[in-house]
């Protein structure tokens, strides 16, 4: 009888699962000569931190102290990916004392010209203070042309932001793609839950959508600039607007908002009402076109007969689907707390307290 054993050898058993899915775990050599330009600029490889068989290098934080956009020192941490040859995405993390963080990424096929990119942008773009709130702003660096010398040019598009006011975590969303609204969401920390009225941020301008309750989650919208870099000039813009308004909204009484903003809020709830008024517009006047004598080729009667699909058509084109509602008058609001503790058996109820959910 013949026994046949195979013993795997030892370069064979010790090959990470990285590598089994085609990354080349980074060799010592290969590390020397990605950090060479980061080494030149004061950023030293963190090799305990990194992870040299998904091709990731992390670099060893540094301190930016008393930074004169955010206040106080930010905590800034470089991460470099290789994940397939002549392809390299850099990522530089801030962090503030607070548990904020803000990302600013590119991607290319040289990382000496990454970090150069990355390193033109100041850190205090990325974490900026409000009337002592601090809002991080994410970003990343795209190229938009290439000259005949083959350098890119780059620009800078904001993504996210997220800011910490009063128990309160707001969250912007600026990924919804060309010439649609920003997504902002508002949620309490923890097990609380949030009571707010829907027009919180509507008040303060036209582009601003009401704010509808989706669970723990309060979930509306912004109408920005279409095209860069008006976009990210126009976002960071409403969100200087919108925190301190926040953070003035949650630091006073319930009652005192619609004292505030009265008139503003008169003309949020027209504003809502204008797609109902429209339909009802409509109905009204299509009795009336029987009145009306046209002739059989006629344009116009053409237009009328096929004025229903053509409403469909313009609706779904436009950036956002309007919603058909009848909106609550704008009352004073009774409550005396913004944030409920759900853990504590207190259940919310805005019928009760005067806070509207609609």
């Known amino acids: 009888m013949v026994r046949v054993a195979y013993t795997p050898s030892p370069s064979t058993s010790t090959v990470p699962q990285a590598e089994s899915f085609g990354l080349v775990p980074l060799t010592h050599h290969a590390i020397l000569g990605l950090v060479a330009p980061f ?36 905590t800034e941490t470089l991460m470099l990916d290789n994940p397939e040859p002549e392809h390299f995405h850099l990522r530089r993390v801030l962090s503030d004392g607070a548990g904020l963080s803000s990302t600013l990424e590119i991607e290319g096929t040289d990382p000496g010209v990454l970090l150069e ?15 002592g709130i601090h809002i991080a702003r994410s ?28 128990g309160v975590c707001l969250n912007l969303n600026a990924k919804t793609g060309r010439k649609m609204p920003a997504d ?46 008006e976009r990210t000039r126009d976002i960071e813009a409403k969100l200087a607007e919108a925190v301190p308004h926040l953070a003035k909204t949650l630091r006073s009484d319930p009652g005192e908002f619609h004292a505030r903003w009265q008139s503003a809020r008169w003309r949020v709830t ?47 084109a436009m950036r956002e689907l309007p919603v058909i509602e009848i909106p609550p008058l704008p009352r004073r609001l009774i409550g005396h707390d913004w944030i409920i503790d759900d853990s504590k058996g207190r259940m919310s109820n805005p019928s009760v307290q005067g806070v509207e959910a609609g």
């Not at 990119?117 to 009337?131: K, L």
């Not at 109902?276 to 009145?291: D, E, V």
């Open 270 to 316: 027209f504003q809502r009402a204008i797609p109902m008024l429209i339909g009802l517009s409509l109905l009204g006047t299509a009795p009336l076109i029987q009145l009306l004598s046209l002739e059989s080729a006629s344009l116009v009667r053409m237009f009328i007969f096929h004025a229903p699909p053509l409403l469909m058509i313009g609706i779904f």
């Open 139 to 166: 970003y990343r660096l795209q190229p938009i042309a290439a000259s005949e010398q083959s350098s890119a040019h780059w620009r800078l598009r904001l993504e996210k932001a997220e800011a910490q006011v009063e």
């Open 39 to 74: 080494s030149q600029r004061g950023h030293q490889v963190d090799l305990t931190a990194s992870d040299r068989a998904q091709r990731r290098l992390r670099f060893k934080p540094i301190q930016h102290p008393d930074l004169p956009s955010a206040g106080e020192s930010i």
């Open 184 to 229: 902002v969401e508002l949620r309490a920390k923890n097990d609380q839950r949030l009571r707010v009225p829907a027009d919180l941020f509507a008040v303060l301008d036209w582009k601003w959508r009401p704010m509808r309750p989706l669970g723990r989650f309060w979930r509306g919208s912004v109408r920005i600039a279409a095209d860069e870099p």
């Open 117 to 131: 990119q990355v390193e033109a942008i100041e850190v205090g773009r990325q974490i900026v203070a409000a009337e």
